[in-house]
Each structure stands twice: as C-alpha cells, then as structure tokens.
T-cell receptor, first 114, second 115 residues
C-alpha cells in the first residue's frame, strides 16, 4: 500500500515564525509534491522535487522554500509565516515519473497563522 | 492554457438519489490523463480513477461511473443510489504530457448526502 505521512494534522503558529511541514513516504519514490488547498481554489502546486536535493517551483512558490536531503522526506518551509498562509497543506507522491502516474496524498496539515 | 472547471460548488441530495458531478477541462495536448479524487471530512485525498485521453470508454465501479467525452471536453462522475458516506469534496484533475509533473485541479464540488 502507498503510504504518505505528514508530521502534523493541525498546527497553530504566530506571524513571523519559521514553520516546517514534514512529509515522509516509505515507498522509495523519486517525486514528491507540496500543494496548498483553499476553498474555491482547489489544490495549487507550491513546489515539487524529482530527486534528492532537486526541486522545482510550482505555481505559487512565493513565501515558501523546500528541502529534500533524503529521498523519503520532503519538507516545506515557511521562512516567516503570514496570516495569508493559513491553509490546508497536502503532500503527494506518485510511484513513478511523468504525467501518467497517480499521485497519492498524505492526510494533510491544517495550518493556522495568527 | 490548461484548466479544469467544476462549476458545481455544492450539491445536496437525499440518500438513494443519483447525482452527477461535472468536470470540464481545457488542454492543447492530445495526450493527457484525467483523475477524480474524493476528500472526506478527515481531509485525506483518496484516488478514485485515472483515465487517459485515448480511452473514451465509460467506466463503472460499483455505484460509481464515469463518462468521458472528448467532444465536449468533459469527464463527469455519477454516483448511483447515493449514501451518507459519499458526503465529501470531489476533485477532478488533469495532467498533460507536456507538463510531465504537474497535476491541475478543479476547485472541487462539495457533495452532501442527507439521510
């Protein structure tokens, strides 16, 4: 079974804090993705990684950075959290490469920035 | 530009009714994949189906069925005899050969099935 886990289901942080969201997959997948979900907007891609230490910007990378030091772990970093980053964050990982693969999602982290 | 439109923001039905969720997509690619995901109140996105652009055959899986029509760029999802457990947000998504890593999501349709 495909298994993607995220470190927290709910997180509350203050404006200006540095925030780390962690995603782990135990299936030796190359690709990992971070999405943000907001009502009425669906899911939007923030960043993705296609190998260790490799990353590419998605559609809305501003205010975020990522880190992939090990194949199984992909971290999303909010350098200085702001209230407009209050959202649901979802990590995903497909088994292979390319557009044919199904992305399997983690349970999500609901982040509130006060 | 690629785009997925789910015009129905919210649908409410009574249990045992049939319901169809609409999905319209735009793409310039001739090779692409379409997906449906379910997001129950727990929050995790659950994969339901994947369909490639060369396979227009309709698919049925239990109470779920999907109608893919390239002529109208639609990939609609029907739940027959809906149940309360079907209550969720449903997302349609598109991936294209020319954007190999990217999944484009619609804005989602919230389905509420009342007992």
């Amino acid at each position: 079974d495909v298994k993607v886990t995220q470190s927290s289901r709910y997180l509350v942080k203050r404006t200006g804090e540095k925030v780390f969201l962690e995603c782990v997959q135990d299936m030796d997948h190359e690709n990992m993705f971070w999405y943000r979900q907001d009502p009425g907007l669906g899911l939007r891609l923030i960043y993705f990684s296609y190998d260790v230490k490799m990353k590419e910007k998605g559609d809305i990378p501003e205010g975020y950075s990522v880190s992939r030091e090990k194949k199984e772990r992909f971290s999303l970093i909010l350098e200085s959290a702001s209230t407009n980053q209050t959202s649901m964050y979802l990590c995903a990982s497909p088994p292979g490469q390319g557009f044919t693969d199904t992305q399997y999602f983690g349970p999500g982290t609901r982040l509130t920035v006060l | 530009a690629q785009k997925v439109t789910q015009a129905q923001t919210e649908i409410s039905v009574v249990e045992k009714e049939d319901v169809t969720l609409d999905c319209v997509y735009e793409t310039r690619d001739t090779t692409y994949y379409l997906f449906w995901y379910k997001q129950p109140p727990s929050g995790e996105l659950v994969f339901l189906i994947r369909r490639n652009s060369f396979d227009e055959q309709n698919e049925i899986s239990g109470r779920y069925s999907w109608n893919f029509q390239k002529s109208t760029s639609s990939f609609n999802f029907t739940i027959t005899a809906s149940q309360v457990v079907d209550s969720a947000v449903y997302f349609c998504a598109l991936s294209e050969k020319d954007s190999s890593y990217k999944l484009i999501f619609g804005s989602g349709t919230r389905l509420l099935v009342r007992p």
